[in-house]
């Protein structure tokens, strides 16, 4: 029997590979049918790899397509990484050689961090560009918004009101991903005209608004079953003390208040389907999912996000297939009938 689920896929810069691995793992399982896709930043990017590949054929070659997509993505994500921060290095600071090895020998994202407190993306003139426009167009799939495929919505947040932009099916372009993953220290906002209204407006990444969005997912024609791949770990022990730890934490607990908020709002509506106060009206009781990996995302540096080292993303991508295998072996008999995330126990006041 197919099990026909939503995926909604978080934003973590590079260690978005994980989420890589975990839709990996999942289109090889005939069983699974995914019917739509929610994705901020990262997320955004993974969800636009996976839509244009099974848009651009049906069954087993749609889903190969779909990998091959997500292969030539990661392939360049470090690549790019890495010679976009020596570039900006290069540009903010006329290194001699003895710079140069200093800059070698300390963490690159805070070189960064603190340079951005002084230089803007707007600073680079000419020399500035998105390096995400050459991957998604160098796509073997880039047909972004074909009919085919799973629905897909990508979230961006409005510069000028602060809210969440949702771009639907033929409304995501590469633009669009651009905006979803643009963090405003280190690109530059994407401005996107919006054509039932006219007017241009900038967009920040998604994440600051929903990561990812899950009221997308509540139309009632798509199944009830949403699978939350999760990079920003919830639980993190220790209480951060070096000033880069402190960063990291803030960075984690802001982009998951949005999904928390989401979630609650789930639960609510769950205790009012328990209580049958909600018999004859037009509200879905969604089904809650989650695929994770707390331990490995906890300790990884805020750093590798921007700058991941060597072999990181290999790890990540395995650790998702992983990740992705023990839902399918604990998990995928749920999907259809139960929650497989304990959600009441997540939002607890006194969660561990």
């Not at 099974?54 to 990661?74: C, I, M, Y």
């Not at 020596?86 to 200093?102: E, K, T």
């Not at 402190?246 to 999904?259: G, P, T, Y």
Request: proline fraction near 6%; hydrophobic fraction near 45%; glycine fraction near 10%.
């Amino acid at each position: 029997m197919v099990k026909r689920i939503n995926l909604a896929l978080q934003g973590g810069g590079a260690h978005g590979a994980f989420s890589w691995g975990v839709i990996d793992r999942l289109l090889q399982e005939d069983e699974i049918e995914i019917a739509a896709i929610s994705g901020t930043s990262a997320g955004a990017l993974n969800g636009a790899a996976l839509k244009a590949g099974l848009a651009s054929a049906p069954g087993p070659e749609g889903r190969a397509a779909a990998r091959r997509n997500l292969d030539h993505v990661w392939s360049r994500i470090g690549k790019v990484s890495n010679s976009l921060m020596s570039r900006w290095l290069s540009s903010m600071i006329p290194a001699p050689h003895f710079m140069q090895r200093l800059t070698h020998a300390m963490s690159p994202l805070t070189w960064f961090e603190t340079m951005g407190r002084f230089v803007s993306p707007y600073d680079f003139g000419v020399l500035y560009r998105n390096p995400l426009a050459s991957i998604i167009a160098g796509m073997p799939h880039a047909a972004l918004n074909g009919a085919g495929g799973p629905q897909l919505f990508v979230s961006a947040t409005n510069v000028r009101t602060g809210r969440i932009r949702i771009f639907a099916n033929g409304e995501v372009t590469p633009e669009t991903i651009m905006a979803s993953a643009c963090l405003p220290t280190v690109f530059k906002a994407v401005e996107i005209t919006d054509p039932r209204t006219g007017r241009t407006e900038a967009y920040w990444d998604g994440g600051y608004s929903g990561n990812p969005a899950l009221f997308p997912l509540y139309d009632p024609a798509l199944p009830r079953d949403i699978v939350i791949v999760n990079i920003n770990p919830m639980i993190k022990d220790g209480v951060p003390r070096l000033p880069v730890e402190i960063e990291d934490r803030i960075n984690e607990i802001s982009f998951n208040a949005a999904l928390l908020g989401e979630l609650r709002a789930i639960r609510f509506v769950k205790r009012l389907f328990d209580e049958d106060r909600l018999s004859g009206r037009a509200m879905k009781n969604v089904l809650v999912h989650m695929i994770r990996n707390d331990d490995l995302m906890a300790g990884l540096a805020g750093s590798s996000k921007i700058v991941p080292g060597p072999g990181l993303v290999a790890e990540l991508h395995a650790a998702g297939r992983e990740a992705a295998q023990e839902f399918i072996d604990r998990d995928l008999e749920n999907v259809g009938h139960r929650d497989s995330c304990d959600v009441a126990g997540m939002l607890a006041w006194d969660a561990e």
